[in-house]
C-alpha cells in the first residue's frame, strides 16, 4: 500500500506519525467543538507531548497572522489604491485575522508537530487501513 502524502495528511490535520487518525474534534468552524484529540485513535499517539506543549503553538500562531496581515494589506491596496485611511487596513487586516482563527488554531498546531518536532516521525509501518491496538 503506498503511503500517505505528508501534505495530504497536513492539510486534513491528520496525526504525524499514522497520518490516518483525526488531530481534531469537529469542523473548522463548528460551534459545537473546535478541539484536539488528546490521542490518535488510529495509532494512539499523545498529542499533547509534554505539558504545556501546544504554548509553542501560539509563536506559529503569531507568524501565520502576520502571514495573513501582509497578505490581506497587498490585496487590499491592490483593490483599493487608497494609502490614506488607516482605518480601512485595521479593519479588514483585523477582521480578517479574527475569520480566520480556527483555521490558525488548528494549522499552528498541525505545523507545530510535523515540522518543529524532532521527537515526532512518521512511522510508514503504522499508515495502514487497519487499526492499531494501543494497548
Known sequence: ?????????MLHCKCPRCRRGNMFKGGF???AT????????HCGMKFEIEPGYFYAAM???YALNVMYGGILWTATYQITHN?????MYIGIIL?????????????SRVFLLYWLSPKVHYQPHLDTDDKISHN
Open 95 to 107: 477582521g480578517g485575522c479574527f475569520l480566520m482563527s480556527p483555521i490558525t488554531f488548528r494549522y
Open 59 to 61: 509563536y506559529v500562531s
Open 1 to 9: 500500500m503506498p503511503e500517505t502524502p505528508k501534505s495530504w495528511a
Open 83 to 87: 494609502s490614506d485611511s488607516p482605518w
Open 34 to 41: 473546535n478541539k484536539i484529540n488528546d490521542n490518535c485513535a
Open 29 to 31: 468552524y463548528s460551534f
